[in-house]
């Protein structure tokens, strides 16, 4: 056992040497959950309350009740004199056009925009999205002036409802986690795996210890358990970043830490 000991410290030693197996393990392990969070992070930002949008409006004071419809909508006008570039959204309203919806009649409405950009054609179909709605509020104005139920010209309503739970939805992410825990295992350990065998052929120093009354089975042994010390390494990195960006407080920390225990049982299990 002390015989192990001591090839498990030297092979450890070579180990901490070798940048490469280091930065390796840092690498997978550190930057893969910074990245997620990035990511999701990105995703909270863009399905959450959206920005303010700022559009030139050509003759806004032909149509003020739709400026301040737009306005409620995180749609404004941007302000007077605020030169436009190429990226800019224009909307022009037809001359006339407060007179026009009064009287029951289509005025119109004409968007400038640079729809070969993704991120102005997202901000046009958002405008038009909310001009269509008010078009429809005033529809339904127009037939109850009428005497008409608004509901003839919209006889079908669907409603969705959700039926899953908030913890399903969080067990669905922390499964995904579990993936990242156990592919920071592999990959934190794949380096140091790949140089004690195709490593070990270019520099030869198997041979200064088979020279040496060493029973080979501990040799193996001793390489094994370094490649698991690094990938158990990994997973303990990784881990901690993520109940660092996860955790509010102890107690869900330790949760949390409870699915990082499960990871390792099946990366144990799983074992050959």
């Not at 001591?6 to 280091?22: F, G, I, N, P």
């Not at 490649?227 to 158990?232: G, T």
């Amino acid at each position: 056992m002390s015989l192990l000991r001591v090839l498990l410290t030297k092979e450890l030693r070579d180990a901490l040497r070798d940048r490469r197996s280091v930065m390796a393990t840092l690498m997978y392990s550190l930057l893969t959950p910074l990245l997620m969070a990035i990511i999701f992070a990105l995703m909270a930002e863009k399905y959450s309350d959206p920005e303010i949008l700022y559009v030139h409006m050509d003759k806004a004071e032909e149509a003020q009740p739709l400026v301040q419809h737009l306005a409620s909508q995180h749609i404004q006008q941007a302000k007077a004199g605020t030169p436009t570039s190429k990226n800019d959204i224009t909307i022009e309203f037809e001359t006339g056009f407060s007179h026009r919806i009064s009287r029951g009649e289509t005025a119109a409405i004409t968007i400038y925009a640079n729809f070969s950009v993704e991120e102005v054609y997202a901000q046009a179909r958002r405008l038009r999205k909310q001009i269509n709605a008010y078009g429809q509020q005033l529809t339904q104005i127009r037939l109850i002036a009428r005497g008409v139920s608004p509901s003839i010209i919209q006889p079908i309503t669907i409603v969705t409802q959700d039926q899953d739970s908030p913890e399903a939805k969080n067990g669905v992410i922390l499964g995904f986690f579990i993936y990242l825990l156990l592919y920071a295992v592999f990959m934190s350990g794949m380096s140091l795996a790949i140089d004690t065998s195709a490593g070990e052929r270019e520099r030869n120093p198997l041979v200064s210890l088979l020279s040496v009354a060493v029973n080979r089975t501990q040799i193996v042994l001793a390489k094994v358990l370094v490649v698991a010390i690094f990938s158990m390494a990994g997973l303990a990195a990784s881990a901690l970043i993520f109940v660092a960006f996860m955790a509010k407080s102890f107690k869900k920390a330790q949760a949390y830490l409870a699915y990082v225990i499960m990871a390792r049982l099946t990366t144990y299990n799983s074992a050959p």
